[in-house]
């Protein structure tokens, strides 16, 4: 069924396991519950497509354009996805263990609660988003775009985060702890409640404007990183290292920083209001 034309047709409960559906056109195709494991579907268009609940186990979807398609529920289970199209999506409770999905188009999809752990997104678009708590422990997000991405309460430990831009995004209660985040922008995002404890964070981190109100960055290291303008109240820094970090014009207030050490950085026009310095006394 090799670029075959099915736009609008119902397909539903049909068992199409291992078809040839490359470059077939499916624009509004509703297959509910269909089975398509291990099935060729390279270049489809599956725009506005109905794949509720299918079997898509070791299918093929490279270059696929899902546009807008209902895949809630749907088992994506060790398909290639490789530079597919699956912005506007609805991926709610889909299965996508194994899954290729680098260079993936997730822009404004719906991922919320979906177990991305271990997947391949690297260079992948999740700009608008919703990944509200995903796991995405072990993930791949090498130079991903999260920007403006809604990541309350995701987990990203020990995920690859380098060179990812999550510009804007909220990050309220996610969980970074053993993330790798070399030169990550993280510039007017929202990090509050969130956890960094005792990682390591390369000197290209960019968190100007961020806001980390309560954040745990106890034990962090963030030798030259970026915190120029950033909202830091009643944020724990305790025993982290701040090297050479710019702190231009950061308010600090309240915040616990015993034991940090500051040498070298520029910590101009800051606010250290009622905040715990690294003495052990208290700023008045």
């Not at 809630?72 to 999905?101: E, M, P, T, W």
């Not at 960019?206 to 909202?231: C, E, I, M, P, V």
Request: with cysteine; proline share 1%.
């Amino acid at each position: 069924m090799s670029r075959t034309s099915l736009e609008w047709a119902n397909l539903s409960g049909t068992n199409l396991t291992k078809a040839n559906l490359n470059r077939a056109d499916l624009v509004c195709v509703r297959l509910i519950s269909a089975i398509l494991v291990e099935a060729d579907l390279t270049g489809a268009n599956l725009q506005d497509a109905d794949l509720s609940w299918v079997n898509l186990k070791n299918a093929r979807l490279v270059s696929a354009d899902l546009r807008g398609a209902n895949l809630k529920q749907v088992n994506l289970s060790y398909a290639d996805l490789r530079s597919a199209n699956l912005a506007g999506a609805n991926l709610s409770g889909a299965v996508l263990n194994g899954a290729k999905l680098n260079r993936v188009d997730l822009s404004e999809a719906n991922l919320s609660g979906v177990n991305l752990s271990g997947a391949n997104l690297s260079r992948a678009d999740l700009s608008y988003a919703d990944l509200r708590e995903v796991d995405l422990t072990n993930a791949n997000l090498y130079k991903a775009d999260i920007s403006q991405s809604k990541l309350y309460n995701t987990d990203f430990q020990e995920a690859v985060l380098q060179g990812a831009n999550f510009s804007r995004a909220n990050l309220k209660g996610a969980n970074l702890a053993g993330a790798i985040l070399r030169e990550v922008n993280l510039s007017l995002v929202n990090l509050s409640e969130f956890s960094l404890l005792e990682v390591t964070v390369a000197a290209e981190i960019d968190l100007s404007s961020a806001n980390l109100q309560k954040a745990n960055l106890q034990g962090a290291t963030l030798r030259h990183a970026n915190l120029g303008y950033s909202l830091l109240h009643r944020t724990f820094l305790n025993d982290s290292i701040l090297r050479g970090a710019n702190l231009i014009d950061a308010s600090l207030s309240g915040g616990n920083f015993r034991n940090a050490d500051f040498r070298n950085s520029n910590i101009s026009q800051i606010n250290l209001t009622e905040a715990t310095m690294p003495d052990g006394s208290v700023h008045p």
